[in-house]
């Protein structure tokens, strides 16, 4: 198929909790060729299959600086958190809106590959929050959602203001 189109907020599909992925062939590895393209056509180093409105436990991710290090989890599963660090983010699905949250500094992850061999990942850093990033959008969860209450409705002004302004 190759480039998809990204849902943007409020999208109701970024809502919604993708499904366990049990089929890991050819249908699989397109989906995943297509995440990866339009991932890196956008200038994303993360992009979860509910961003292309596809409600299944698939993400790619990739922090290296030249983009050359694509990381696929399928069924990911985050089993072992330490620390704290705070991440300014940004999402493809809230164009232009970037914010900082706190995320886990430490992860252990567990994950399925594109065959559906089993493996586990240490990571920490811009890796670590890439990837609680991408799990939460397999939740329906959106990084707006770990903001204070007061910066939440910073953004919900600004999102009222962005709409208006896109319908003038
Ligand atoms: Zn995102």
Not at 102 to 114: F, G, N, P, S, T
Request: hydrophobic share 40%.
């Amino acid at each position: 198929m190759g480039m998809r189109e990204i849902k943007i907020y409020p999208d109701p599909v970024l809502r919604e909790t993708c499904g366990k992925v049990t089929e890991f062939g050819s249908a699989l590895k397109s989906l995943t060729t297509d995440m990866a393209l339009t991932m890196y056509a956008s200038s994303g180093i993360g992009l979860a299959a509910s961003q292309i409105g596809v409600l299944e436990r698939v993400a790619v991710v990739d922090v290296s600086a030249k983009q050359h290090e694509r990381l696929i989890i399928i069924n990911p599963e985050i089993v072992w958190t330490q620390g704290a660090i705070p991440s300014e983010e940004g999402c493809l699905s809230i164009p232009e809106f970037r914010e900082i949250i706190q995320r886990k500094e430490h992860i252990v992850l567990q994950a399925q590959d594109e065959k559906g061999k089993d493996f586990e990942l240490q990571a920490s850093g811009i890796l670590a929050i890439c990837i609680q990033h991408e799990v939460d959008h397999l939740n329906g969860v959106l990084f707006i959602d770990h903001l204070s209450r007061l910066k939440r409705d910073f953004f919900k002004k600004w999102h009222r203001k962005q709409a208006l302004e896109q319908n003038e």
